[in-house]
T-cell receptor, first 113, second 114 residues
Framework: AQSVTQLGSHVSVSEGALVLLRCNYSSSVPPYLFWYVQYPNQGLQLLLKYTTGATLVKGINGFEAEFKKSETSFHLTKPSAHMSDAAEYFCAVSDLYDYKLSFGAGTTVTVRA | DSGVTQTPKHLITATGQRVTLRCSPRSGDLSVYWYQQSLDQGLQFLIQYYNGEERAKGNILERFSAQQFPDLHSELNLSSLELGDSALYFC?????????????FGEGSRLTVL
């Protein structure tokens, strides 16, 4: 079974600073990896995904993530944080043969002015 | 707006009661997923349907059941409710049977059991 571990339940950054959210996965088969964002009182929205091909994946709102098989990681970054990035971020994993996403515990991002 | 509609948005009920949560997927999406989000357990996959048939089952209690109807809307039935069932229940939809594509989430139904 696949699983993901998100390091750090809360991250606080200054506006304009780098955002780095860490995710490590466990999977016995090639994984599909996802980052979702949840704004207050809303459902989850896909930021980006990795299935096959290029290991550096660009998503919406300036976010990107890099799949590193040797490190079993899929960390999410954004070069310059904006106040609107304050939200909860979830890493998730699946694979070609699975019908469900397994989510991490989530990381709440706060952005300081 | 994801295009996924969930009703009701909020529901308060008592222990031992039964409730039904409804989900209308995006137009054309054949897969419906149900997830439970709680503070202590995070986002837990409950069950998935594809074009009316159950495809995958996760940590869904026997007191819970779901179905997908011919018009593709889905209902999640929760019975003999306990305090611990208080949570946010999300429905998501996708066009494909698997998850390689994007899942579109509704805004959730917040259930409070008193």
């Amino acid at each position: 079974a696949q699983s993901v571990t998100q390091l750090g339940s809360h991250v606080s950054v200054s506006e304009g600073a780098l955002v780095l959210l860490r995710c490590n996965y466990s999977s016995s088969v090639p994984p599909y990896l996802f980052w979702y964002v949840q704004y207050p009182n809303q459902g989850l929205q896909l930021l980006l995904k990795y299935t096959t091909g290029a290991t550096l994946v660009k998503g919406i709102n300036g976010f990107e993530a890099e799949f590193k098989k040797s490190e079993t990681s899929f960390h999410l970054t954004k070069p310059s944080a904006h106040m609107s990035d304050a939200a909860e971020y979830f890493c998730a994993v699946s694979d070609l043969y699975d019908y469900k996403l397994s989510f991490g515990a989530g990381t709440t991002v706060t952005v300081r002015a | 707006d994801s295009g996924v509609t969930q009703t009701p948005k909020h529901l308060i009920t008592a222990t031992g009661q039964r409730v039904t949560l409804r989900c209308s997927p995006r137009s054309g999406d054949l897969s419906v997923y149900w997830y439970q989000q709680s503070l202590d357990q995070g986002l837990q996959f409950l069950i998935q349907y594809y074009n009316g048939e159950e495809r995958a089952k996760g940590n869904i209690l026997e007191r819970f059941s779901a179905q997908q109807f011919p018009d593709l809307h889905s209902e999640l039935n929760l019975s003999s409710l306990e305090l611990g069932d208080s949570a946010l229940y999300f429905c998501a939809s996708s066009h494909r049977q698997g998850v390689a594509g994007e899942l579109f989430f509704g805004e959730g139904s917040r259930l409070t059991v008193l």
